[in-house]
């Protein structure tokens, strides 16, 4: 008898979640290195303070973006192979492993966008509009992020192409979800209406989420 | 190429019990191959392994024998041949529902480093279904009581492989694959080791043991077979 589906999804994102603890990669290298690169904009393009906080927000979801699919690819990649023969034989279905290691990965980077937006906003003096729309689209490009980062790893883990395939993968999919973070945040401060733009981001989350469930056993026995 | 099915057994009080030989067999290979990329790894396989016997594999260095372990386990598919463990076929998708009762202990352990060795076995029990309450016993089974809270990572190689047999133990399988079980072992893991083998081959199940050390395995194996240049004789 194996465990019930949902069940092992939780077994990994505790695993994966233990595993973070104990390394601290992401506490102790990823946060701090995204917080230097927010820090390392003003020196690039002074300390005009209204451009600052023109270009903040954009800054901080690129950031957000290049460090988030590194999180989540990183974490993703990260079993060995006879990690991962051993989790095949204890029966874990593959697309429960999918599901907990996004899972995982989507709580590391959701930590992630709030230590790196606490810098953004105290650097780039930044409003922090409509609080309940922006932590949703910060769970969104959080849940994103981490689909993308993890279908990347198992792709990449199931060809000979290696690394070089990451960013041909992550980029064009990333592009909608930063086009409908920074979007949304300006519909905030304009006015505008952000459901589409969030709306967007919710397709793109589920178009992922669809394809790395589907291909979780063909990409796991390839 | 010989049949080895039909090989006797190395030590005639060694062999399965006329009950065992007489049911199914758990491991049937028919001229099966593999290829990893343009590399022909094995070819035109035949194996028939029945329940209750241990089965001893050698061969040199990359002769192919981890590859073999790991079709058996379900875990790569033929390039050519045919075959099933377990009932299942190897080349279809029945082969997943049998992955949960083949066990494999590997030379290279497959623990987590950063979780403790009774996280390690928490873990392989929540995917398997088997209740957690087992990870002390087998712990202590195989010695490593004192352990239970030593990350993985800094265990010594003979520790993980301990914690490995610990997870075969708690689980129960038809089908145990072991790469060089001695390796790395002290004389009382080794004890246990053996012990494990006995006990499953006792309750019908099957071992295979892939092993440099000839005496040792011919002690224990109903029979042996040798892998050169991909192909079993």
């Given at each position: 008898?194996?465990?019930?589906?949902?069940?092992?999804?939780?077994?990994?994102?505790?695993?994966?979640?233990?595993?973070?603890?104990?390394?601290g990669d992401v506490l102790w290298i990823t946060?701090?290195?995204?917080?230097?690169?927010?820090?390392?904009?003003?020196?690039?393009?002074?300390?005009?303070?209204?451009?600052?906080?023109?270009?903040?927000?954009?800054?901080?979801?690129?950031?957000?973006?290049?460090?988030?699919?590194?999180?989540?690819?990183?974490?993703?990649?990260?079993?060995?192979?006879?990690?991962?023969?051993?989790?095949?034989?204890?029966?874990?279905?593959?697309?429960?492993?999918?599901?907990?290691?996004?899972?995982?990965?989507?709580?590391?980077?959701?930590?992630?966008?709030?230590?790196?937006?606490?810098?953004?906003?105290?650097?780039?003096?930044?409003?922090?509009?409509?609080?309940?729309?922006?932590?949703?689209?910060?769970?969104?490009?959080?849940?994103?992020?981490?689909?993308?980062?993890?279908?990347?790893?198992?792709?990449?883990?199931?060809?000979?192409?290696?690394?070089?395939?990451?960013?041909?993968?992550?980029?064009?999919?990333?592009?909608?979800?930063?086009?409908?973070?920074?979007?949304?945040?300006?519909?905030?401060?304009?006015?505008?209406?952000?459901?589409?733009?969030?709306?967007?981001?919710?397709?793109?989350?589920?178009?992922?989420?669809?394809?790395?469930?589907?291909?979780?056993?063909?990409?796991?026995?390839? | 190429?010989?049949?080895?099915?039909?090989?006797?057994?190395?030590?005639?009080?060694?062999?399965?019990?006329?009950?065992?030989?007489?049911?199914?067999?758990?491991?049937?290979?028919?001229?099966?191959?593999?290829?990893?990329?343009?590399?022909?790894?094995?070819?035109?396989?035949?194996l028939e392994i029945g329940p209750g016997e241990?089965?001893?594999?050698?061969?040199?260095?990359?002769?192919?024998?981890?590859?073999?372990?790991?079709?058996?386990?379900?875990?790569?598919?033929?390039?050519?041949?045919?075959?099933?463990?377990?009932?299942?076929?190897?080349?279809?998708?029945?082969?997943?529902?049998?992955?949960?009762?083949?066990?494999?202990?590997?030379?290279?352990?497959?623990?987590?480093?950063?979780?403790?060795?009774?996280?390690?076995?928490?873990?392989?029990?929540?995917?398997?279904?088997?209740?957690?309450?087992?990870?002390?016993?087998?712990?202590?089974?195989?010695?490593?009581?004192?352990?239970?809270?030593?990350?993985?990572?800094?265990?010594?190689?003979?520790?993980?492989?301990?914690?490995?047999?610990?997870?075969?133990?708690?689980?129960?399988?038809?089908?145990?694959?072991?790469?060089?079980?001695?390796?790395?072992?002290?004389?009382?893991?080794?004890?246990?080791?053996?012990?494990?083998?006995?006990?499953?081959?006792?309750?019908?199940?099957?071992?295979?043991?892939?092993?440099?050390?000839?005496?040792?395995?011919?002690?224990?194996?109903?029979?042996?077979?040798?892998?050169?240049?991909?192909?079993?004789?």
């Amino acid at each position: 008898m194996t465990a019930g589906f949902w069940h092992q999804v939780r077994a990994v994102i505790d695993r994966d979640l233990l595993r973070e603890r104990r390394s601290g990669d992401v506490l102790w290298i990823t946060i701090p290195f995204g917080a230097l690169a927010l820090l390392l904009v003003p020196l690039a393009v002074g300390t005009d303070a209204e451009l600052l906080r023109e270009i903040g927000v954009g800054m901080y979801w690129v950031i957000v973006m290049l460090f988030g699919v590194l999180v989540a690819v990183g974490k993703a990649s990260k079993e060995t192979i006879p990690q991962q023969d051993a989790s095949s034989l204890l029966g874990l279905d593959p697309a429960a492993g999918f599901i907990g290691r996004t899972v995982s990965s989507a709580i590391l980077l959701l930590a992630f966008e709030v230590v790196v937006g606490v810098v953004a906003v105290g650097l780039y003096n930044l409003d922090v509009l409509g609080p309940a729309w922006l932590i949703l689209t910060m769970i969104i490009a959080a849940i994103g992020l981490a689909l993308l980062g993890t279908l990347t790893a198992s792709i990449v883990n199931s060809t000979s192409a290696g690394t070089a395939l990451v960013p041909l993968l992550v980029a064009p999919l990333s592009v909608p979800l930063l086009l409908g973070a920074t979007q949304a945040y300006d519909g905030l401060r304009y006015g505008h209406a952000i459901v589409s733009w969030v709306l967007l981001m919710v397709a793109v989350a589920t178009v992922v989420a669809m394809i790395g469930v589907l291909t979780a056993r063909p990409l796991q026995e390839s | 190429m010989s049949d080895p099915s039909t090989a006797p057994a190395a030590d005639p009080e060694k062999a399965p019990s006329s009950a065992d030989a007489a049911a199914a067999p758990l491991v049937v290979l028919d001229g099966v191959g593999v290829r990893m990329g343009s590399t022909q790894i094995l070819r035109d396989v035949n194996l028939e392994i029945g329940p209750g016997e241990v089965v001893g594999l050698f061969g040199a260095n990359g002769a192919g024998k981890t590859t073999a372990l790991r079709l058996i386990a379900t875990l790569i598919r033929p390039a050519q041949g045919a075959g099933t463990v377990l009932g299942a076929d190897l080349a279809s998708p029945d082969r997943y529902d049998v992955r949960r009762r083949i066990g494999m202990v590997g030379h290279v352990p497959g623990l987590f480093p950063e979780l403790t060795l009774a996280e390690n076995l928490q873990y392989a029990g929540r995917v398997a279904g088997v209740p957690t309450v087992r990870v002390p016993e087998a712990l202590a089974a195989v010695g490593l009581s004192g352990a239970a809270d030593r990350l993985a990572g800094a265990s010594s190689h003979g520790m993980q492989r301990r914690t490995e047999f610990a997870r075969e133990l708690m689980i129960d399988r038809s089908l145990l694959l072991l790469d060089e079980p001695h390796s790395a072992l002290d004389r009382n893991a080794v004890d246990l080791v053996e012990g494990l083998i006995e006990r499953k081959a006792a309750e019908g199940g099957a071992v295979i043991v892939v092993s440099h050390d000839r005496d040792r395995i011919n002690a224990i194996a109903h029979r042996s077979v040798e892998l050169a240049g991909g192909t079993l004789t």
